[in-house]
C-alpha cells in the first residue's frame, strides 16, 4: 500500500515501511537494529576480559602480600643479625684479652702486660675504625659544643681561650653522625685584677 505524501510536503519518496505506519527514508535505518544481533557476543568477551582482569588483580595482590612479608623478615634478619660482621671483627680483641690475662697469670713481668694491653688497644680502634668509627679530636682544638662535652673550665696562660685542655673521657663519631661527645676541661683566660 503506497501513502501520497500531504500537500505541501517536500519530501515526495517517503515510503510506509508496512509495520507501524512509520514513514522511513530511503537510507534511514534503524539505529537499535545495529548490533543487537552480535551482543550476546560481545557480551561474552567483555566477561572474559573481566574475568582476566580480576585473575591479574588478585595476583597482583598476592604478589604484593608476599613482598611485604619478605620485606618484615627481611628487616627482622637485619635487625637481629645487623652487627653480625662487627661482632665478628671483635672476636680476635676477645680471644687476645684472653691471651694477655692468661700471660699475667704466668709471668710477673708487669711491663709485658701494658705492651700487650696496648697492642689489644690499638687492634680494637682499628676494628672501630673498619666499620667507620672515628675519635673525636679534643686536645688543643677550639672547643665545639656538637661534638665537645665541657666537664670545667680551667684558668690557663698556656691557652688561647674556649680551647680544649685535656679530655677526660674519648668521644667517638659513626660516619658523620656523633655517638658519643667528648668529655672535656675548657680554658679560660685569667683575668688581671685591678690595682686600684
Known sequence: MEVKPAKGS???TAVDNGETGHQK???EEKPCDEGVNDLPARLAEKEKEAAENYDRFLRASAEFDNYKKRVVRERIDLIKYGN???IKDML???DSLDRALKHTIDTKDFDAFIKG???VQEQFLGCLKNHGVEGVET???DFDPNVHEAMLQVESEKYEENKIVEEFEKG???KGRLLRPAKVSVSKCIKKGNDN
Open 10 to 12: 517536500k519530501n515526495d
Open 117 to 119: 694491653l696496648q697492642l
Open 139 to 141: 686536645k688543643g682544638k
Open 172 to 174: 667517638y663519631i659513626l
Open 25 to 27: 527514508k530511503p537510507g
Open 92 to 94: 680476635p680483641i676477645a
Open 84 to 86: 653480625e660482621s662487627l
